[in-house]
């Protein structure tokens, strides 16, 4: 069956490969019609060379590629109601005592994951990899031996659905590892059948393009049917894990990494793969760029939602680099309404943005905003009051610090093991990756054993934010009108969340200083008036009428009528 379903997209595939092994990008005349001229990234990322597809070598196809449409795929409903939970399965929970994180130890604490109000989980890659990050593959259609089985992948899998939640891998085509068998048989050696896989840079094959200069990740040639083939039929395998043609007990989807290099043709191919499989299927897009103009040209037919990468340059600055942002305090939160404006008229309705702060690749919030409790606070505030799904990454929710550190681990900073204990020591405690100047210490305060029973801690407030947006439907709704407030300063900054007597007014201070917040006219009546982040009583307000109330630093508010 999975066959059938490739046929067309090969084809497309087939059709695709320009003429000319010297070939290192797409000039604008031969990209296909109908798709946005590249932007400055995809511009500068250089292109596979490709081999020709007979044995006269200069055959240019004579019909074009079929041009793309905008969303011909339906995103899944499921996912516009959906709230994110990222997790490196090695820092995560460990079952069996060896000190990594594994599948079942994500088994066993699904209610922690579920009452923190999450309804999707994301795993970064599970696949055998020679490295901790396990972004260069060796094997896309198994388990990394350390995170488990297949079985143990079914199980967890079964458990999700059976909570109504869904699960999505990390997926990544754009370069595998070199200690893969296909490049491993491929380098020095033209003759290989391989070698029309792989980007390289001289005859002997000895030289390679690799993921960010790096030559432990070659990158693939998508141009070759091959590889599309190959991974397509690997994203297909995850979506029906017994092979039954039933893929409700497979994954839900993907979060597909560096969507910024491999060729939009092959994004097409891979998104009609998928929905021709499985329409419910999820195509979640990492698109590292910070023009809202940029990133909508990723829309077309590739994916069916994409990060808000623009939106988290705004709150966060660079990645590594901290109290750079609005979260910090730096710059105006005006930036806000000219983003948003920016990414209404980039985006299509059909695409979804999904909202966030931090991710395995920056410097956690915690460093970011100095172990500012408020700001905290404000983030998750702000993230969950927005349209769009946000997404939580493992940790955030209890403080946990991190940034990138120097050789030889790098990253690992940002991905410490999760805290569940303030002696960081105990059952499901991960271990692996624990050096004297570890951002997160025992007895810091920082852990789920100390935060869980304290009504005033960061955790209980990321579950009382997550929870509300997942029963209130303003919070979930599409609509959002940018309100215009009377300040005394620069810092403040609302929306108003729905429509009629179930909107929500969202109200955000992101300065260093208090203000008093006037609503010139207030949207709608409220007798009385709740916040619903602290259950706070207020003053009722009524519609068209002034309403002023004061926001201390990193302030937040979600008022609606009613107690």
Known sequence: MRKLFLLGFLLAALLLTACGAGTDSLSEGTRTPGVPAPTQREAAAPRPPQKTPTPAGSATPTNPPPTPTLFPYAAPAWFRD??????????????????????????????YVQELGVNTLWLMPIYPSPSQHGYDVTDYTAVNPQYGTLEDLQALVEA??????????????????????FFQDAYANPDSPYSDWFVWTNKAHTRYAGFA???????????????????????????????????????????????TFPPPEFFYALRHAVKETNPEALLLGEAWVTSPSDLGHFFVDEFDALFDFPLYALLEGDQNFNADGLLAGKGSPALLNVLFQEEAKSYPPEGIAVRFVSNHDTNRVATEVGGDPARERLAIAFLAALPGPPMVYYGEEIGMYGQKGGPPHWDNYRREPMDWYASEDGPDQTTWFRPPDSWNQPEDGISVEEEAPDPASLLNFYRRALNLRREVPALRSDTMQILALDVGGPGPWGMLRGEGSGAVVALFNFGTEAQDVTLPEFPFDAAPLTDLLSGESLPAAQAGQPYTLPLPPGGAVWLKAGP
């Open 82 to 111: 959906a709230s994110l939970y990222l997790i490196f399965v090695r820092s995560f929970a460990d079952s069996d005592g060896d000190g990594v994180g594994d599948l079942n130890g994500i088994r066993e604490h699904l209610d």
């Open 160 to 181: 999700v659905h059976a909570r109504g939640m869904r699960l999505i891998l990390d997926f990544v085509p754009s370069h595998l590892s070199r200690d893969h068998p």
């Open 213 to 259: 200069g790096s030559e432990a990740m070659p990158r693939f040639n998508h141009y070759n049917p091959e590889v599309v083939r190959y991974l397509s039929d690997a994203a297909l395998f995850w979506l029906d894990l017994d092979g039954d043609g039933d893929y409700t007990d497979g994954v839900d989807g993907f979060r597909v990494d560096n969507a």
